[in-house]
C-alpha cells in the first residue's frame, strides 16, 4: 500500500490567519492526489482534486499544490467555517488510501 | 441535486451481519460508481471497494474481501454494503461516496452522511 503521513495532525490557527496542511506518500503518486473535507457533524466533500484543481463551490481561498511525494493544502485566510479535519488520499495505486488527518481547531 | 442517503445506524451482536444501505437521486443511478469507506473512532478513513451500478463488476480492497459485499438494485438507485462476521473491530462509521473521473482525475465529489455501526453483545 501506498502510505500517506500528514502534517500536521492538528492545527491551532486564528481567523484571517493562512495555513497549510502537509501529505507526504511513500512513493511518487504523479499528481493524483485529492483533499477532502469532514466537518464535525461527519459530513466530508471533495476541495481540491488531481493536485491542485478547484472542486466546483469551493472557495478560493483554497489551494493545493505539490509533486512526486509531497504535496500540500493551503487556506489563504481562515475563515469560521474551516475548522474540521481535512484528509488527502491518493489514486495513484488502485487501493486508493488516505492521510490520518489534520484537525484545523480555533487558536 | 445529487444526494446520497444511508440507512440508519445499526447496533449488532459479534458475529452477526450487518446490511447497510445507499440510495442515490438526482442523477442516473448506473453512470457512477459507487465506493464504500470505513472511519474507525477518531481515525481516518479506509477505502473498502466499489460497485459499478450498471455491470455489477466490484473490486474489494484486499484487507476486506472476505467481510465485505457489494450488491446494487437498480429499480430502486440503491448501492448495498454486507458487512459479515462482525467482530468490535468492525464499529465503525461507513460512508458512502460517488466517483467521478476523467483521464486523469478520480475522486468522490458526494458522500453520504453515513452510518455508525456498533458491534456489541
Known amino acids: 500500500d501506498i502510505q500517506m503521513t500528514q502534517t500536521p495532525s492538528s492545527m491551532p490557527a486564528s481567523l484571517g490567519e493562512r495555513v497549510t496542511i502537509s501529505c507526504r506518500a511513500s512513493q511518487g503518486i504523479s499528481n493524483y492526489l485529492n483533499w477532502y473535507q469532514q466537518k464535525p457533524d461527519g459530513t466530508i466533500k471533495p476541495l481540491i482534486y488531481?493536485?491542485?484543481n478547484l472542486q466546483s463551490g469551493v472557495p478560493s481561498r483554497f489551494s493545493g499544490s505539490g509533486s512526486g511525494t509531497d504535496y500540500s493544502l493551503t487556506i489563504s485566510s481562515l475563515e469560521p467555517e474551516d475548522f474540521a479535519m481535512y484528509y488527502c488520499q491518493q489514486y495513484d495505486s488502485s487501493r486508493l488510501t488516505f492521510g490520518s488527518g489534520t484537525k484545523l481547531e480555533i487558536k | 441535486q445529487v444526494k446520497l442517503l444511508q440507512s440508519g445506524a445499526a447496533l449488532v451482536k459479534p458475529g452477526d451481519s450487518v446490511k447497510m444501505s445507499c440510495k442515490a437521486s438526482?442523477?442516473?443511478?448506473?453512470?457512477?460508481?459507487i465506493h464504500w469507506v470505513k472511519q474507525s473512532h477518531g481515525k481516518s478513513l479506509e477505502w473498502i471497494g466499489y460497485?459499478?451500478?450498471?455491470?455489477?463488476?466490484?473490486n474489494y480492497n484486499e484487507k476486506f474481501k472476505s467481510k465485505a459485499t457489494l450488491t446494487v438494485d437498480k429499480s430502486s438507485s440503491t448501492a448495498y454494503m454486507e458487512f459479515s462476521r462482525l467482530t468490535s473491530e468492525d464499529s465503525a462509521i461507513y460512508y458512502c461516496?460517488?466517483?467521478?473521473?476523467?483521464?486523469?482525475?478520480?475522486?468522490?465529489?458526494?458522500w453520504g452522511q453515513g452510518v455508525m455501526v456498533t458491534v456489541s453483545s
Open positions: 488531481y493536485t491542485s
Open positions: 438526482g442523477y442516473t443511478f448506473t453512470d457512477y460508481i
Open positions: 461516496a460517488r466517483e467521478v473521473t476523467t483521464v486523469v482525475t478520480y475522486y468522490f465529489d458526494y
Open positions: 460497485i459499478n451500478p450498471y455491470s455489477g463488476g466490484t
